[in-house]
T-cell receptor, first 104, second 116 residues
């Protein structure tokens, strides 16, 4: 089964960019890379997804390595409301994710 | 926000009692899912449904059953609750089956279940 590896936790300062890495070395050619986040006491919410090309939406950007074995979620200006657990997912299998702390 | 509600939001029950959790959607999505979330495990799929009366097992289905008699409702039943089923349960919906493609899931707010 395709697996993802993420750091357990990261810290950021408010209004600075945040780069959340994810390794997925066993990804298959047709697997999309999804990112979800989970705010405290809430269900996960969709952030972004992509297959090969970098993707941008109103929430974030997704940078996918050329060999697709890793990707990076980019929050361009972190706010306190971005503090959450961020999940990098293949085939809707959730791992433990990265807990992002945003400091004022 | 996708129209997904879960009930109850919190429940305390005793070992051996039956428990039913309800997920209700107003989006008319074909696919519905039940996950459980435990510390250190992320979310794990219990069961999913691909239509009325059509369901299938996920990776942690033992001890759980589901039913879907209407498009909008998906029920999760613990026939005889055990302490190992203490968890947070999330319902999700999607337009197309989540299978590694570009599908997006929408999650409900969760039900916190404590089995004593």
């Amino acid at each position: 089964d395709a697996k993802t590896t993420q750091p357990n936790s990261m810290e950021s300062n408010e209004e600075e960019p945040v780069h959340l890495p994810c390794n997925h070395s066993t990804i298959s050619g047709t697997d999309y890379i999804h990112w979800y986040r989970q705010l405290p006491s809430q269900g996960p919410e969709y952030v972004i997804h992509g297959l090969t090309s970098n993707v941008n939406n109103r929430m974030a950007s997704l940078a996918i390595a050329e060999d697709r074995k890793s990707s990076t979620l980019i929050l361009h200006r972190a706010t306190l409301r971005d503090a959450a657990v961020y999940y990098c997912i293949l085939r809707m299998r959730f791992g433990a994710g990265t807990r992002l702390t945003v400091k004022p | 926000d996708a129209g997904i509600t879960q009930s109850p939001r919190h429940k305390v029950t005793e070992t051996g009692t039956p428990v039913t959790l309800r997920c209700h959607q107003t989006e008319n999505h074909r696919y519905m899912y039940w996950y459980r979330q435990d510390p250190g495990h992320g979310l794990r799929l219990i069961h999913y449904s691909y239509g009325v009366k059509d369901t299938d097992k996920g990776e942690v289905s033992d001890g759980y059953s589901v039913s879907r008699s209407k498009t909008e409702d998906f029920l999760l039943t613990l026939e005889s609750a055990t302490s190992s089923q203490t968890s947070v349960y999330f319902c999700a919906i999607s337009d197309t089956l989540v299978a590694g493609g570009g599908e997006t899931q929408y999650f409900g707010p969760g039900t916190r279940l404590l089995v004593l």
